[in-house]
Structure formats: C-alpha cells, structure tokens
C-alpha cells in the first residue's frame, strides 16, 4: 500500500485539518468548472447564509424578515467574503461581487431552488467530516486512510452539487 505521508494528498493540508477549508476547496473546484452556474451561486449563498457570523450580522439587521431575494444578496456577499478571504481568493480577481449579485437576480429561481438542498448537503456533510475527524483522533483512521476519507467526501460533495435538481413529483392527472 502506498505511504500514508501527507505529501501525497490531492489537497493542501488545511482541507484535512479543518471544515472551513474543506468547504473552501469545495467551493474553489465548484469555481473551476464554471463560476457563473448557478450551482455555484447557490453553493455561495448557502455556505454565506451557514456561516454564524453572517446570520447574526443579518438578525440584528433584521434582513431575515425581508424578501428572500435580498435577504439571498446579502448572504451571498457575506458568501463571498468568506470565500474571497481564503485560496479562492485570488482566482476570483476579475468575478465580483457585483457580478454575482447581478447572475443571481437574473437566475434567482434557479439558484434558490438549489440552495436549501445545499444548506442541506453542506451540513450533512459537516457531520461526515467531523466524523472522520473523531476517527481519525481516536486512532481508528491514520494520516492516509484520513486523506481518502477527506478526498472522497469532497468529490462526492462536488457531484452532488453538480448534479440536475430532481423535478418535485408531480400529480398524475
């Protein structure tokens, strides 16, 4: 079996160490393949509307009880900033916040029909995490087991963002 040293993992050791930087990466290989989806937008908006510091910002705003659609820009700058603030960061020179905002208005309902699916994914997947995380600690998993723990969790989290939204089941008439 290959050596379970860190030098062989696919992503910087940060993503095996911390869910922040999990989701980072996550959002960064969304990124790449194509940053304007509204997957992507989405995946911004959901991860921005997780984060504590953006939902207290946003309650004693009272944001939360305005529309949804601007209640989705504020969590979407409040997105952004978190992942312009990480390795994201400089790939995103060029892609503003204003260009965000503006794709979001023109595929709100696109974009929103994905983000509580999202929300969803992001926290069942921060379960899984910490879970390999606990593994890992107590010994059941070493370095390598833990980084193909990590790397699968990521892909799979990636395909499922990236894959078609299943229609609602409709009444057959």
């Known amino acids: 079996m290959a050596a379970s040293s860190s030098s062989h993992t696919a992503y910087p050791s940060e993503v095996y160490e911390s869910f922040d930087a999990f989701m980072q990466q996550v959002i960064k ?45 504020v969590a979407l700058r409040y997105g952004l900033a978190y ?14 916040v204003a260009a965000m905002v ?19 994914l992001i926290n069942d997947t921060r379960e899984k995490y910490e879970d390999i995380q606990a593994r890992y600690h107590d010994g059941v998993y070493d370095s390598g087991e833990r980084a193909l723990m990590v790397e699968g969790l990521l892909r799979r989290m990636v395909a499922q963002i990236e894959a078609p939204l299943e229609e609602p ?5």
């Open 83 to 96: 992942i312009v603030s990480g390795p994201i960061g400089v790939a995103l020179t060029g892609f503003t």
């Open 29 to 73: 290989d969304t990124y790449e393949r194509g940053a304007k989806r509204p997957e992507f937008v989405a995946l911004v908006l959901a991860s921005g509307e997780l984060l504590p510091m953006a939902w207290g910002k946003m309650k004693k705003s009272g944001i939360r009880e305005l529309a949804v659609g601007v209640g989705g820009v």
């Open 169 to 173: 089941a409709k009444a057959s008439s």
């Open 102 to 120: 503006s794709f979001f208005w023109q595929n709100q309902k696109e974009v929103l029909a994905r983000r509580k699916p999202y929300k969803q």
